[in-house]
């Protein structure tokens, strides 16, 4: 037995319907986020770091004081970057000597 299927045709006489008008899309807006702390910075505070929080378990937070900073040797290593220097954490592994987290404020 043959199908006796037809398409349905709408009331236009090629048999399509016209097509909807595009509607604008709406872009979210992304936050502004800072760039991730640099490869020389995050040395910068491994190196002169002269705050030591402990954590327990071999773990310290490592940080750059204010007063370290103003320190010609110190200042000229951060040059520009001394005040985001200063807002920059590092969460270190001191039995394993690793990294763990670095923390930018």
């Known amino acids: 037995m043959a199908s006796q299927f037809r ?3 709408s009331g236009f006489s090629n048999g399509f319907s016209p097509r909807p008008s595009p509607r604008p899309v709406k872009v979210a807006r992304q936050p502004v ?3 991730p702390p640099s490869g020389d910075l995050i040395n910068g505070i491994l190196r002169f ?3 030591v929080r402990e954590q327990g378990s071999d773990i310290a937070l490592l940080r750059v ?3 370290r900073l103003r320190e010609p040797e110190v200042r000229a ?5 001394a005040k985001t220097a200063a807002g920059v954490s590092i969460l270190y592994n ?4 690793e990294i763990i987290r670095v923390l930018a404020a």
């Open 7 to 9: 398409p349905r045709r």
């Open 33 to 35: 986020r800072p760039a």
């Open 49 to 51: 770091h002269d705050v």
């Open 65 to 67: 004081s204010e007063d």
């Open 77 to 81: 290593w951060f040059g520009e970057h």
């Open 94 to 97: 001191q039995r394993e000597d």
